[in-house]
């Protein structure tokens, strides 16, 4: 079992965010460090401060030394594929090849509304996701990309400097749509998030995500799974390992425990010590 940790980044401040982050980096334990793409508060506070994600990834990569980094995940109609990756390689180089790619169709009708981005029927949004994948990695690991798609079209499209990583930085995708996410992620995934639920709930999910690589030819073993954990600061770090213990038996590679706002560092070290008998 290998362990991360995810920060939101709604209800709280760069600061709070900035103290966790530089406390996790010094712990082994945590592998990797997550925030999420929003740019309203998902948690019922409305109105309240939410801080975007990309440009903390960029400035978290410059606070820490070890932790890779990602978001769980980039909405891909938020920003045009292209656009990501030019923003992908350069946040690649900056930080030293630390950066995974964290992706999904999109769900949130709020925030796309209120900003006029057209998020569409969940089979818009599979199929515009899905074409958003082919254009990511030919702009990430090839010389030049040529698309004609239904919602991107591109023509001799170039993108440099390339970061570190070959053929480009993990792709995790999020998500368990059993017809077309897990399908996609089949496809083009390094890391397969589940969003979180019971061992019953992503033991399913991943038969079906292994059923989609068994019908392309593909070793399921080549994605990494992973699953958000909640941390209860009430419960304590015991409850949470329990959590991820019963989903390692089920086959979970990566856990990524859920810190809540108000952030404190203080509990990092005796999360990492309730975790460690599971590594």
């Excluded at 995810?6 to 980096?25: F, H, I, M």
């Excluded at 899905?130 to 030049?144: D, F, K, N, R, T």
């Excluded at 019908?215 to 994605?223: F, H, K, N, S, V």
Aim: proline share 7%; aromatic share 8%.
């Amino acid at each position: 079992m290998r362990f991360a940790f995810k920060t939101a980044n709604q209800s709280t401040t760069w600061e709070d965010v900035l103290a966790v982050w530089r406390e996790a980096d010094k712990i082994e334990l945590f592998e990797s460090g997550w925030n999420f793409d929003h740019f309203y508060p998902i948690d019922g506070n409305a109105g309240g401060p939410c801080l975007e994600g990309w440009m903390m990834l960029a400035a978290l990569a410059q606070a820490t030394e070890r932790l890779r980094l990602g978001t769980l995940v980039t909405g891909i109609h938020y920003r045009h594929p292209a656009v990501l990756a030019n923003m992908v390689s350069t946040l690649d180089i900056i930080s030293a090849g630390r950066l995974e790619l964290g992706i999904g169709a999109g769900w949130n009708e709020e925030e796309s509304g209120a900003y006029g981005l057209e998020l569409g029927t969940p089979r818009q949004r599979s199929d515009r996701f899905e074409e958003a994948c082919e254009v990511l990695v030919g702009l990430l690991s090839q010389p030049s990309t040529t698309f004609d798609g239904t919602y991107y079209q591109l023509v001799d499209a170039q993108n440099e400097p390339k970061g570190p990583q070959r053929p480009h930085p993990p792709i995790c995708i999020g998500g368990g749509g059993e017809k077309r996410t897990l399908r996609t992620a089949a496809r083009f995934a390094q890391h397969w998030n589940f969003t979180g639920g019971t061992p019953e709930d992503f033991a399913h999910k991943r038969d079906v995500l292994h059923a989609h690589c068994a019908d392309i030819g593909r070793d399921p073993a080549e994605i990494t799974l992973s699953s958000h954990v909640a941390f209860d600061p009430v419960k304590g770090p015991a409850a949470t390992a329990d959590q991820v213990a019963a989903l390692g038996e089920v086959g979970l590679d990566l856990a990524i425990v859920y810190l809540r706002p108000p952030l404190d560092p203080s509990v990092l070290a005796p999360l990492a010590e309730a975790l460690a008998p599971l590594a």
